[in-house]
């Protein structure tokens, strides 16, 4: 896994560079495509109870997903930066730190399973246990994909990214159209979890002699990393939460609709913070670099509202079908203001990791408590109800989040000239 460039030798061409981006690319759009497409499937086999029980599991899946971007992100970094020999070991400590997050992380969902039942209205013991066992395979696969993408290896980079939105749509799908309910199609989840690090396994042989002082570092390391991801992700599926337990299960059925046109225009432009990132980290006080990139971001955005509004019928097809999520067309194009506003503060927040800002997750917490004390005063105390109430919680997570985004955004241009 180590570069075939020797020193003296001229940089590869940019042909290169682009086609090392377009396989990564393919990988990643196969994997949202995917797991995209096992949503839709979700949401025109099920009752939109249980639908919106799924989107709820599915966002706390999200949530927990920081831990293993922490591990790929410090994992990368660290291979990426390392010279000389000893490269199987690091990468083979990473490994083993993923083992070990994906026991604490297991060992912990078990523990909670009885509070998500309640706090979700769920009567299903195995849907919610099976979070343990998924996320335990997350987080071994983001320790592979962290020492893949540390040694530059593309093209298997590529192939686990596929395989994740593959497993999901196959054994998702197949689930429910053997049995079409909650449980099956978080069988189906897990299963599909399941099939990446089994690939990563396989790629990854002969990855060995990890200390036990390496381990730790990379944890210490993953801690840090995953905090300002938490945050950003702790907020950007809090909303799924909030409906369910704020609105009765019909509306909030309507809203885990309205969610699926919110992630479709989050993760739309994910292709800008790629490309962008880089740069970003590199020269941190490039606030022009940073300004443009949110423009181009805003820009897919209000694209994404205007399809919204012109074809609202489309977005209802597309999202939930005309038979059960009707009312969704008045209302789609306020989920894809939602959906905009966060992919903007998603680019912002990396853009705050990027130039180590540590004050970013602080404010993203704050944001958090601010929406989740006006969703439970609103929506609590039957200010706004029905159909009123589910288009109030998006027009206030689409706020929040545009919010955030400047106040993070100001506080990045303000650190940059105080360095100057």
């Keep these: 896994m180590t570069s075939e460039t020797t020193p003296g030798q001229p940089p590869a061409p940019k042909l290169t560079f682009l086609g090392s981006a377009t396989v990564v690319a393919v990988g990643m759009a196969i994997m949202n495509v995917g797991a995209y497409g096992f949503t839709l499937f979700a949401v025109h086999k099920l009752a939109p109870e249980q639908f919106s029980a799924v989107i709820a599991l599915l966002g706390l899946l999200l949530i927990g997903n920081v ?8 994992g990368a970094r660290r291979i990426a930066t390392h010279t000389g020999p000893g490269q199987a070991e690091l990468a083979d400590s990473l490994l083993k730190a993923g083992r070990r997050a994906a026991l604490g992380l297991t060992a912990v969902c078990l523990v909670a399973t009885p509070v998500l039942m309640w706090l979700l209205h769920i009567d299903s013991l195995i849907a919610v246990l099976l979070l343990a066992p998924t996320l335990g395979c997350l987080s071994i696969m983001g320790s592979q994909l962290g020492v893949l993408q540390g040694g530059q290896n593309w093209t298997e980079l590529a192939a686990l990214y596929t395989t994740v939105g593959v497993g999901r749509f196959f054994f998702g799908a197949g689930a429910l159209v053997i049995h079409p309910t909650l449980t099956s199609a978080m069988i189906g989840v897990a299963l ?5 690090p089994l690939l990563g396994t396989f790629l990854l042989r002969g990855s060995t002699g990890g200390t036990t002082e390496q381990v730790k570092q990379v944890l210490r390391e993953a801690v840090h990393g995953t905090h300002t991801l938490l945050a950003f992700f702790a907020i950007a599926n809090v909303d799924v939460l909030l409906a369910r337990s704020l609105l009765d299960g019909q509306h ?78 008045s209302y789609a194009w306020i989920f894809a203001l939602a959906g905009s506003s966060y992919a903007v503060l998603q680019l912002v927040v990396y853009a705050a ?24 005063i609103i929506l609590g105390l039957d200010i706004a109800t029905g159909m009123t109430a589910v288009k109030v919680l998006a027009a206030m997570t689409a706020t929040c989040a545009l919010a955030l985004s400047a106040a993070l955004a100001a506080g990045l241009h303000k650190q940059t000239a105080d360095n100057d």
């Design 252 to 329: 909030s059925g309507y809203y885990a609709a309205g969610v699926i046109v919110a992630k479709a225009c989050l993760f739309l432009p994910q292709f800008v913070i790629v490309i962008v990132f880089p740069s970003l980290a590199n020269a941190p006080g490039d606030t022009l670099r940073l300004r443009r990139a949110i423009q181009a971001v805003a820009a897919l955005g209000v694209c994404c509202v205007l399809g919204a509004l012109l074809l609202p019928d489309l977005v209802v097809t597309v999202a939930g079908g005309k038979e059960n999520y009707a009312a969704l067309g």
């Design 192 to 196: 599909g979890a399941a099939v990446p």
């Design 67 to 74: 831990v293993p971007l922490g591990l790929q992100a410090s």
């Design 353 to 376: 990791i990027a130039q180590q800002e540590k004050r970013a997750a602080l404010v993203i917490w704050i944001g958090l408590a601010a929406l989740v004390v006006a969703a439970l």
